[in-house]
């Protein structure tokens, strides 16, 4: 009698156990904490993918490693709703990582740009264009490191050459005049986004408001 009872209670354990684990098909499992802002792909999941994914070496036009290349809209967007690319940029497959300082190892990218990218993907991955580039009251704080980290740091950090990972290496780069001459493609310079488009106007704008205002830390 005492072992039925042990045995029911165990066939009991194991239904409840099992009644826990059941999961409703159409939940969305978000790890990530809610992105507030809104999301474009032209000014943020682009250039976002262009600077890690796709930066020369790896899944840009000409190497595109495995046979694929990131620099368009649908193919961007058919990996990003298959789950390859939040899994590749959570989990830090060697596809998409972002450098940081040489003393660290690589990480998968920060967790703003998952929520981000994450957001863009619960919308059903648009193709938006967006005109929201600001040039009011240019900061290093709110407009130019928002932009090197979407549009540079994936190549300009780690062990490269030009390194553009905080504000006093930008301001190296400012002030031996690389960086404007590299992203308005001037004539004796690496033209900047490598292998990607030449930067909206307005963004070089924004660099050139805050360059001529200093340069400042703020």
């Not at 045995?7 to 159409?26: A, G, M, N, P, Y």
């Not at 301001?171 to 909206?200: E, F, R």
């Amino acid at each position: 009698m005492k072992l039925s009872f042990y045995f029911l209670l165990l066939c009991i354990s194991i239904v409840l156990l099992l009644e826990r684990c059941k999961h409703d098909s159409t939940d969305i499992v978000n790890p990530f904490p809610p992105y507030n802002g809104t999301v474009c792909f032209s000014s943020d999941i682009q250039p976002l993918i262009l600077s890690t994914c796709a930066k020369p070496g790896c899944h840009d036009a000409i190497y595109h490693k495995e046979h694929l290349s990131l620099i368009d809209y649908n193919t961007i967007r058919s990996k990003a709703l298959s789950g390859e690319l939040m899994r590749y940029a959570q989990f830090g497959n060697s596809e998409m990582r972002v450098s940081v300082p040489s003393s660290q190892k690589l990480i998968p990218l920060d967790i703003t740009s998952l929520s981000m990218i994450q957001k863009w993907i619960n919308e059903g991955a648009p193709n938006s264009i967006c005109n929201n580039c600001d040039t009011t009251n240019v900061k290093f704080s709110s407009h130019i490191s928002p932009f090197i980290q979407k549009n540079c740091l994936g190549c300009h950090s780690g062990t490269a050459l030009t390194l553009l990972s905080n504000y006093s290496q930008i301001k190296t780069t400012v002030d031996n005049g690389k960086l404007y001459c590299a992203i308005t493609h001037s004539t004796g310079c690496q033209p900047m986004p490598q292998g990607g488009v030449k930067l909206a106007d307005c963004k070089i704008r924004m660099v050139k408001i805050w360059i001529d205002s200093g340069a400042v830390n703020n």
